[in-house]
């Protein structure tokens, strides 16, 4: 059992930031990747940065340079910091660990939506 809690969705504007939070809690193992995905309006979930619990980042494309994954393994959060939005990040992003149970087993937080004008 998995439960993941995210927080710090909202509106800004083009340019400007935002920092999400996601909390796990229950049956977290040490060795675990955390990361985001997004979803916009009428397309794929779309795979966005994710971290390793030994620190190891990767990033999309179209974030890459823009947003910074971070993770605290005491409190297992993740927080995906968002600079230099654009109207295109605007998108419902949900938090993601993936963790080999067997298999390899992903839980899923409900999603914060981020929206960006311009």
């Known amino acids: 059992q998995v439960q993941l809690v995210e927080s710090g969705g909202g509106v800004v504007q083009a340019g400007g930031s935002l920092r999400l939070s996601c909390a796990a809690s229950?049956?977290?193992?040490?060795?675990?990747?955390m990361g985001w995905y997004r979803q916009a309006p009428g397309k794929q979930r779309e795979w966005v940065t994710t971290?390793?619990?030994?620190?190891?980042?990767n990033y999309a494309d179209s974030v890459k340079g823009r947003f910074t994954i971070s993770r605290d393994n005491a409190k297992n959060t993740v927080y995906l910091q968002m600079d230099s939005l654009k109207p295109e990040d605007t998108a419902v992003y949900y938090c993601?660990?993936?963790?080999?149970?067997?298999?390899?087993?992903?839980?899923w937080g409900k999603g914060t939506l981020v929206t960006v004008s311009s």
């Open positions: 229950g049956s977290i193992f040490r060795l675990n990747t």
């Open positions: 971290i390793t619990s030994g620190g190891t980042s």
């Open positions: 993601n660990v993936a963790q080999l149970v067997g298999g390899l087993m992903h839980y």
